[in-house]
């Protein structure tokens, strides 16, 4: 955990809500309604048009999900923070907002499944084109870009192959050329590395994941640190005069003023409610899976019958050196993969499982093993499967909070 984030929890636990509950709960209570009451006319014009910060309805804003954004925001030090009811929505919201016709995204081909369905084939009916770069080469990444690349995007560590961008030379590449770079941190989350200060503008998370605190439900955040000037953006520079903000409030005027309210994909209030407690513990949870991930992975890279073990913080992976001068000291995530002999080695080894739970999803308190190959992937062409450096001998495994020692002995037995 790097210095700046300590005190982490602290400002998730003391952040107050924007007003008083007339009770004086404890805990922002669950405001599950849709609309609200105005004393007067007036009131209600000032309200909606944006000049006071009532609220008027439930699908732009609502207090409780208001406070689980503005707690994320203070620890972060963030511009902006938009909750939505999905990893997925988050994504598609931050796409729409800064994409268009004609534009393109540089990203790479080793993108979560529904990130890359969602590019290729929704966007792209609608004209927003990929062009596909090795995010590992920040070299590649300049290369790919052009006059009309609206955005660099990527995953700081792509699930399930594990490979970590470096965050440091690809903002320098994006900088230079005015593209600005918007990462899915899902797999690290704030609580441990802020990726706003390593030149990330626009931060995407399913908070599906460890922020949940169980999977208790879906959910996504849009983190604008507000870095990036739009004024050369045709779409967001004509937005920023539009509603006269500074060009570096480009971004999360469009987003909050129009894309989030036309799409309608806010976060519910119950989910808010569930995710503030889960932010509560969230810097506790992560410190002891990520931990006990890296145990795991040491212990498996001399467990018979497993062939090779990729975790980025073990020291052989190619990334352990950017892993520990990019993450600090807490290890990177508590998702790793092995691989067995075979497709049938690894169905047999899912079968016999006891402690740890077949299923998708990350970050769960319970451990999670998958076959990414037949299950996550399993609609994609082989050949799309190859490019995206998929391998039918990978077992997939989010790390919960059961031991290492635990794990370790399911694990043994379920190879046979
Ligand atoms: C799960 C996940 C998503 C999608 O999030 P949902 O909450 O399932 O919509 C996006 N990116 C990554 C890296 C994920 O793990």
């Given at each position: ?15 107050p809500?924007?007003?008083r509950?007339?009770?004086?709960a404890?805990?922002?209570?669950v405001?599950?309604?849709?609309a ?14 944006g000049?006071?910060?009532?609220h ?12 689980f ?11 902006s923070?938009?909750?939505?009811n ?5 994504i598609s ?5 800064v994409?268009?016709a ?6 790479s ?6 990130t890359y369905?969602?590019?290729v084939?929704t966007?792209?009916?609608?004209g927003l ?25 990527l ?6 192959q594990l490979?970590v ?7 320098a ?14 797999v690290?989350p ?9 030149g ?7 908070s ?7 999977a208790?439900?879906l ?25 006269g ?7 999360t005027?469009?987003l ?19 995710q503030?407690l889960?932010?509560e513990?969230?810097?506790?949870r ?14 498996l890279?001399?467990t ?6 990729n ?9 352990h050196a ?6 600090g000291?807490t290890?990177?995530?508590a998702m ?6 075979s ?9 016999r499982l ?12 319970k ?18 499967r ?10 997939r495994l ?18 046979g």
């Amino acid at each position: 955990m790097s210095d700046d984030l300590s005190g982490f929890t602290a400002r998730i636990l003391q952040t107050p809500a924007a007003r008083r509950d007339p009770h004086g709960a404890l805990s922002t209570p669950v405001y599950q309604n849709a609309a609200y009451e105005f004393a007067t006319a007036d009131a209600m014009e000032l309200a909606f048009t944006g000049r006071t910060s009532d609220h008027a309805y439930s699908r732009i804003t609502n207090p409780t999900v208001e406070h689980f954004e503005q707690r994320i925001r203070r620890a972060l030090g963030a511009h902006s923070v938009t909750a939505l009811n999905s990893g997925m929505a988050a994504i598609s919201n931050l796409l729409m907002t800064v994409g268009r016709a004609g534009a393109n995204v540089i990203a790479s081909p080793h993108l979560f499944g529904n990130t890359y369905s969602l590019l290729v084939s929704t966007l792209g009916d609608f004209g927003l084109s990929v062009r596909w770069a090795d995010t590992a080469d920040p070299a590649a990444v300049e290369a790919a870009i052009d006059a009309d690349t609206c955005l660099v995007f990527l995953e700081i560590v792509t699930n399930p192959q594990l490979e970590v961008a470096d965050l440091s030379a690809l903002s320098a590449v994006c900088r230079a050329n005015h593209v600005p770079l918007a990462a899915d941190t899902t797999v690290i989350p704030f609580s441990a590395f802020r990726a706003g200060d390593f030149g990330v503008d626009l931060e995407v998370v399913s908070s599906t994941k460890y922020i949940s605190g169980g999977a208790t439900g879906l959910g996504g955040l849009i983190i604008d640190y507000g870095t990036f000037d739009w004024s050369r953006s045709p779409k967001l520079g004509r937005a920023a005069s539009a509603y006269g903000v500074a060009p570096t409030e480009a971004f999360t005027a469009k987003l909050r003023r129009e894309i989030h309210r036309n799409l309608g994909a806010y976060m519910t209030p119950q989910v808010a409610y569930q995710q503030s407690l889960g932010l509560e513990t969230l810097e506790v949870r992560y410190a002891r899976m990520a931990q006990t991930t890296l145990e795991l992975a040491r212990a498996l890279e001399t467990t018979p019958g497993i062939e090779s073990v990729n975790y980025p913080g073990l020291p052989s992976s190619r990334f352990h050196a950017l892993c520990c001068r990019q993450f600090g000291p807490t290890p990177p995530g508590a998702m790793l993969t092995f691989d067995l002999a075979s497709r049938r080695a690894c169905y047999a080894f899912l079968d016999r499982l006891k402690l740890i739970r077949r299923a998708t999803n990350l970050f769960d308190n319970k451990s999670l093993a998958i076959h990414p190959w037949s299950t996550i992937f399993g609609t994609f062409p082989e050949e799309v499967r190859r490019r995206m450096d998929l391998s039918p001998c990978t077992i997939r495994l989010s790390v919960g909070l059961e031991s290492a020692a635990e794990l370790l002995a399911d694990i043994r037995q379920a190879l046979g």
